[in-house]
């Protein structure tokens, strides 16, 4: 059974810096890409970041980058993302997904089989 799991979320500053994991099991994630996904109130789930588990490519939305970082750690099967610079608007819902997209797709939530349960990121005075 496939699970993965989020923790480090919880409320910070505007400015101010989380990182957030994803523990991955159940499978091998050979030939996988690892994705960060985000949903705000009201609002649609978007796409943040990917990486692909074996190679390291990686993708950014626009507004993730420069601020954001996604990186693994191969061995403990766990995905990161090191959120810097925290605005109001990055307050979210923070879900990790894994699949097979391809480059074209890596954005697409469709793309991805595997979904965590989300953590909350709140960034707030």
């Known amino acids: 059974q496939v699970q993965l799991v989020e923790s480090g979320g919880g409320l910070v500053q505007p400015g101010g810096s989380l990182t957030l994991s994803c523990a991955a099991s159940g499978r091998t994630f050979s030939g996988y890409a690892m994705g960060w996904f985000r949903q705000a109130p009201g609002k649609e789930r978007e796409f943040v970041a990917a990486?692909?588990?074996?190679?390291?490519?990686?993708w950014y939305t626009n507004s993730a980058k420069g601020r954001f970082t996604i990186s693994k750690d191969y061995a403990k099967n766990t995905m990161f993302l090191q959120m810097n610079s925290l605005e109001p608007e990055d307050t979210a819902v923070y879900y990790c997904a894994a699949g097979r997209p391809i480059q074209s797709t890596v954005a697409s939530g469709g793309s991805y089989y595997y979904w965590g349960q989300g953590t909350q990121v709140t960034v707030s005075s």
């Open positions: 990486i692909r588990w074996n190679g390291g490519n990686t």
